[in-house]
Every structure is written in C-alpha cells, then in structure tokens.
C-alpha cells in the first residue's frame, strides 16, 4: 500500500472530493483525521471508512480557526502517533463577474481559501518536523493559473494565493524534510459544482472546452494527491500539479 505506515490530515473532506480522498488514502494504509464544518455527513463518511477495516477518525473543522486546526493535528499525534501529511483540500467556490461581487464575498473567499491553507499549514509544520518530514498538499484549481470569464476574481485570487504559498513552503522548508505541492484541478464533478452543471447547457460547454471531453471525478484528483503524498514523489516540491482534462493546454 502506497501510504502504509503514514499519519494523515484532510480538511474539508465530509463529502466531494475531500471525502473522496479520505476514503482512498485509508485504503492506501494511512491513518486519516479529516475535517469538515459538516458532522452528519464527516461522521457517516469516518463510519463507512471504518466499517472496511480502515483507520480514520472525524473531527469538526472550520478551517478559518487556528484553534480548531490545533485541536484537529493533536488529534493526529494523539490517536495515531505523528502527522506525516497534510491536504488543504477545504475550499469555497462562486461564479459571476467581478463588478458581481462584494467586499464581504471577496473576504469570505480569502478566509477560507487562502487563510485557511496558511492556518493548517502553520500549524502542521511543527509536528511534521518532529516526524522528521512530511507532504503538504494544497488544493488550488486551474483557476490559480489563468484567468476566467465564469467564476469571481476572488477566487481567482485566493487560488493563486494557495500556488505561491505552496512555493514558499516549500523552498522554507525543503532542509526539515518538509515538501509543499500545490495541485490544479479542472472542473469535477462534486457537490460544489453540482447545482452549475445540472444545466445542460451549461455541462455541455463545459465540456466542449476540455480536450478530453469530459468532467473530471473526484478519484482522478485524489490519485494525484496520493502520489504527491507517497514516497514516489520524494524529489518533488514546489510543483504544481494540474488535472484539468488538457483544459489549460489550449
């Protein structure tokens, strides 16, 4: 197993895609604390993970609290012994032009999507260090690399936030042993985006602009996160890792 052996923390992984990763880094043989500000559904997920064998407990997460990310990695060192990774999956998104948005949105957006990656990774590093290492993996989005008619320039900018604090973890904290990886999805198919792409329309020029031709699932991100969480990308940090069909390639 890829991740045998290994102490992980996920945030915002009650449903979607951070759920979606939980479920496949327990069965990669990690230990998994994963976070989210929605219980019913965390403690179905921690349940289901359980109920197969699997090590993974749930605790609530806002991840705009520095307090609750402490509790959260001393639930990782108490329960399983040490943090050897850490996924900043948390995240909100909304669509529309800028002149759309307001200053308590553009706020919103940054608390969670920026401050939210700088608090858990602020906090993980100590306990990284004392495991004498560890892969944070930060969650940005295509929408980090380029610019877009469809979604607001707030979130535009939190998710170019997430790519360069990603590279100054990294670089920080190459020496601790300590790697920092951003990655980039494209569109998926995940609660966040399901109300957009119920409208057929809407689905099918989304589609009409991947040259693969489709949405990506939530396993097609998670499989790239697990690598950047595993061993096989020891000579790997401060990369940026995007899966978006071929979305930014044209």
């Known amino acids: 197993m890829r991740l045998d052996g290994k102490v992980a923390l996920i945030s915002g992984a009650a449903r979607g895609q951070g759920a979606c990763e939980a479920r496949m880094f327990a069965a990669e043989g990690a230990s998994v604390v994963f976070g989210d500000i929605l219980d ?50 948390a995240g909100i ?7 759309d948005s ?10 969670i999507n920026g401050k939210g990656v700088f608090l858990g990774t602020l906090v993980a590093i100590p306990e990284m260090k004392k495991a004498g ?13 380029v610019g877009q008619d469809t979604v607001t320039a707030a979130y535009n900018a939190s998710k170019g936030a997430v790519r360069l604090l990603t ?9 601790d042993g300590i790697r920092a990886n951003s990655v980039h999805p494209g569109s998926v198919a995940t609660p966040m985006t399901a109300e957009r792409q119920s409208d057929p329309e809407v689905l099918r020029q989304s589609e009409a602009r991947i040259p693969l031709g489709r949405v990506g699932q939530p396993e097609d991100i998670a499989y790239g996160v697990i690598y950047l969480a595993s061993d096989e990308s020891s000579f790997v940090t401060g990369s940026e890792l995007v899966i978006d069909g071929g979305y930014t390639a044209t």
């Not at 998104?93 to 002149?99: D, H, Q, R």
Request: charged fraction near 25%; proline fraction near 0%.
């Open 40 to 89: 019913d559904l965390g403690q179905q997920v921690e349940a289901e993970i359980r109920e197969l064998g699997y090590q993974a407990t749930y605790v609530h997460l806002d991840v705009t609290s520095q307090d609750q990310w402490e509790a959260a990695v001393r639930t990782a060192v108490d329960r399983y012994g040490k943090l050897d990774i850490l996924v900043n999956n």
């Open 93 to 99: 998104c909304n669509w529309g032009k800028l002149e």
């Open 102 to 111: 307001s200053g308590e949105e553009w706020d919103r957006i940054m608390e």
């Open 133 to 145: 290492g560890g892969s944070i993996i930060n969650i940005s989005s295509i929408s980090g690399l």
């Open 167 to 175: 590279k100054t973890t990294a670089i920080q904290y190459a020496a």
